[in-house]
Antibody, heavy 122, light 107 residues
Framework: QVQLVQSGAEVKKPGASVKVSCKAS????????INWVRQAPGQGLEWVAW????????NYAQKFQDRVTVTTDTSTRMAYMELRSLRSDDTATYYC???????????????WGQGTLVTVSS | DIRMTQSPPSLSASVGDSVTITCRAS??????LNWYQQKPGKPPKLLIF???TLQTGVPSRFSANGAGTDFTLTISGLQFEDFASYYC?????????FGGGTKVEIK
């Protein structure tokens, strides 16, 4: 079945970087994009970035533009999100989600990875 | 950025009730609107995409409609497993944005 499995929880100090991975299985990795979405504790969902599975094109939310990089490795069906210069308010669960599309250009996220909790604390 | 405003932020209902959640976009998004359900400690689950298309495997008690700026999600005959948080999300333009969520609680 289609599945995204993410790496485990991380604890980082302010100013450090974190790299979260997302392994895809059960579908043609190059046909779909991977999105990254985060959720601070008790808060709502916030889109971070998008990367094409075929050509590596990316789009970032402006608030993360200078600190985040998303990449893929098609040979291993892996997607990665690196967030630098971590702050306490980056503490959140980070999700990867497959981007599905229709002929009308609409897109939706399904499935989602299980989430990776990143805790930023001194 | 397109702002998505959900209402109400929370609601209390009983098993068997019908509830409706509203999502309003700050500008027209055509039918580029999705709905997700999230339970505590779990990732969101896709319920509805393209404003009104039920995702495979989602019970038919869930329905949604709308276009332009105003959208609704209706749950007809709440079941215990439906008590959760619900989010709308627009995919019309980057940055993709979510509504603030609606928590459906047991009365």
């Amino acid at each position: 079945q289609v599945q995204l499995v993410q790496s485990g929880a991380e604890v980082k100090k302010p100013g450090a970087s974190v790299k979260v991975s997302c392994k895809a299985s059960g579908y043609d990795f190059t046909t779909y994009a991977i999105n990254w979405v985060r959720q601070a504790p008790g808060q709502g969902l916030e889109w971070v970035a998008w990367i094409s599975g075929s050509n590596g094109h990316t789009n970032y939310a402006q608030k993360f533009q200078d600190r985040v990089t998303v990449t893929t490795d098609t040979s291993t069906r892996m997607a990665y999100m690196e967030l630098r210069s971590l702050r306490s308010d980056d503490t959140a669960t980070y999700y990867c989600a497959r981007g599905n599309y229709d002929s009308g250009g609409r897109t939706w996220f399904d499935p989602w990875g299980q989430g990776t909790l990143v805790t930023v604390s001194s | 950025d397109i702002r998505m405003t959900q209402s109400p932020p929370s609601l209390s209902a009983s098993v068997g009730d019908s509830v409706t959640i509203t999502c309003r976009a700050s500008q027209s998004i055509s039918s580029h609107l999705n709905w997700y359900q999230q339970k505590p400690g779990k990732p969101p689950k896709l319920l509805i995409f393209a404003a009104s298309t039920l995702q495979t495997g989602v019970p038919s008690r869930f329905s949604a409609n709308g276009a332009g700026t105003d959208f609704t999600l209706t749950i007809s005959g709440l079941q215990f497993e439906d008590f959760a948080s619900y989010y709308c999300q627009q995919s019309f333009s980057i940055p993709l944005t979510f509504g603030g969520g609606t928590k459906v609680e047991i009365k």
